[in-house]
């Protein structure tokens, strides 16, 4: 008797235990969000991670750089050293993002530029020292020069692709259409322009 007494209390005791557990499953789903939930584009915070994983970001990919807002075209270094944007795929530079750690990257051409003494062309923030806006020019690629050493985040997704948010510092990548692309602090402006960074495959190279 005593025996089946102490049997029923131990099922009592089990079925409790899953119950309970069951309970605190249901509590999680409530409160974890669903996987895959799309970020708003413009919306989402300009500190979000990069997807380190991503091999675009390990300095073999060689990519091109669109901006999202615009409905062709790509970003490229002009023969006047300015980083622009060309329409069609003529004329436009691939780029390779070489990581230098804490999220930082210098772009450099994905080829030899000879400009640049034979070497790739680096992006390069360009103060002209007066009321005219930032921008970005080729130079010799120095990681040393903390105005080539670009941050590029995660912004949000257009047509289900992430978008990114590149800056030097505190001045963000901008397009507008009198001044072309800029470099801009926000302060409580909001970002108008993100970019895709598009996978044209492995980066030559070089010697």
């Not at 990519?63 to 062709?72: G, N």
């Not at 270094?77 to 691939?94: A, I, T």
């Not at 390069?124 to 690629?141: F, W």
Request: with cysteine; aromatic share 6%; net charge neutral.
């Amino acid at each position: 008797m005593n025996r089946r007494l102490i049997a029923g209390a131990t099922l009592v005791a089990s079925a409790g235990a899953m119950i309970a557990a069951v309970g605190v499953s249901q509590a999680s789903a409530t409160t974890t969000p669903q996987a895959g939930a799309k970020p708003a584009a413009v919306q989402a915070p300009v500190n979000a991670a990069v997807p380190v994983a991503d091999s675009i970001f390990k300095g073999k990919r060689q990519v091109a750089i669109v901006r999202a807002q615009a409905s062709e075209g790509a970003l490229s270094l002009m023969d006047d050293g300015r980083l622009g944007e060309v329409d069609g795929v003529e004329g436009k530079s691939l780029f390779v993002l070489a990581p230098l750690g804490g999220g930082k990257y210098l772009i450099r051409t994905a080829t030899p530029d000879s400009a640049t003494g034979g070497e790739p062309s680096c992006w390069k923030v360009h103060n002209p020292n007066t009321s005219a806006p930032l921008t970005v020019r080729k130079a010799a690629c120095d990681t040393r020069v903390a105005a080539q050493r670009f941050t590029i985040k995660a912004y949000g997704e257009k047509d289900g692709k992430t978008t990114y948010a590149i800056s030097n510092d505190s001045a963000y990548l901008q397009y507008f259409p009198t001044s072309g692309l800029i470099m801009e602090e926000l302060g409580d402006a909001p970002l108008v322009s993100t970019f895709r960074i598009v996978d044209n495959g492995p980066a030559p190279i070089l010697d």
